[in-house]
């Protein structure tokens, strides 16, 4: 296992699909070991198959990211399963299953569990990775926001609960430029990506909301888009992947839009 020991080891959130599946494959592909911790059993044991490759490099967990207990105990699972950790890429969120613009239609619950899915999950992640990135005096994490954010006009789109959704995305950028300041002394940096429209292999979330929208809704959709096109879950990876990097160690506290221009 000598070969471990040298080797840049990784948690992914939320990748067993979509954008997640393509950032496991990636820094599989660049030669990092993989600890994927997703709620999907399904989902991850279809992802060990694919990969099944590379196994001495890649171990899977599956926890609710929600779930205090949970986490800390992938967390553990992961350190003594490859030691020595790198980084955490957290990708796990979603905009949560009711849909509905207005605030009137929102209960609290469904309020709650949309800013647990993407701000609460992302602080347990973090707290649970920075002891052992703080030991090391050097790591790397990437947390997941949104352009949306910034806000949506119109109809409903690819996005469910989309003010919770934008309130957590909002939030996440405040932890992450607080965060990287926290760390920034100790070799760590973190950083935040604000994807656009990323559509996902076929069965995937947001690609199977985008292909049930009428031929009207996607095109107006991607009418913000300047390449009238959205991205891909490899677009994303690639910033990922070089932000793990050694070619990244200056920076931090950055929020970067993945999105073609659309901003």
């Not at 469904?110 to 790591?139: C, E």
């Not at 789109?157 to 100790?186: I, M």
Request: hydrophobic share 45%; aromatic share 6%; glycine share 10%.
């Amino acid at each position: 296992m000598d070969r471990m020991v040298e080797t840049k080891v990784a948690i992914v959130t939320g990748g067993a699909g979509g954008i997640g599946k393509s950032t496991v494959r990636r820094l599989l592909d660049s030669g990092h070991a993989v600890f994927v911790i997703d709620a999907n059993q399904d989902a991850l044991d279809a992802l060990k198959a694919e990969f099944a490759a590379a196994a001495d490099r890649l171990d899977v967990c599956r926890a609710d990211v929600t779930d205090e207990l949970q986490v800390v105990d992938a967390v553990k699972r992961a350190d003594n399963r490859f030691g020595s950790l790198y980084a955490l890429v957290h990708i796990a969120g979603g905009a949560g299953p009711k849909r509905a613009r207005d605030i009137e239609e929102f209960e609290l619950k469904d309020w709650s569990h949309v800013i647990d899915l993407n701000l609460t999950s992302a602080f347990l992640a973090a707290r649970a990775v920075v002891p052992l990135l703080r030991r090391q005096r050097r790591g790397r994490i990437v947390l997941f926001s949104s352009i949306i954010a910034d806000g949506e006009k119109g109809p409903l789109t690819t996005v469910t609960g989309r003010l919770p959704y934008a309130t957590a995305k909002a939030a996440l950028l405040g932890f992450t430029s607080q965060l990287a300041k926290d760390l920034a002394e100790w070799g760590v940096t973190v950083n935040a990506l604000m994807p656009g429209l990323i559509l996902g292999e076929q069965g995937t979330r947001i690609r199977d909301r985008f292909d049930r929208l009428q031929p009207q809704e996607r095109a107006a959709l991607l009418a913000g888009y300047p390449a009238g096109k959205p991205g891909s879950g490899d677009d994303v990876a690639a910033v990922v992947d070089f932000l793990l990097s050694d070619s990244a160690g200056f920076i931090s506290g950055v929020a970067l839009p993945i999105d073609g221009a659309y901003r």
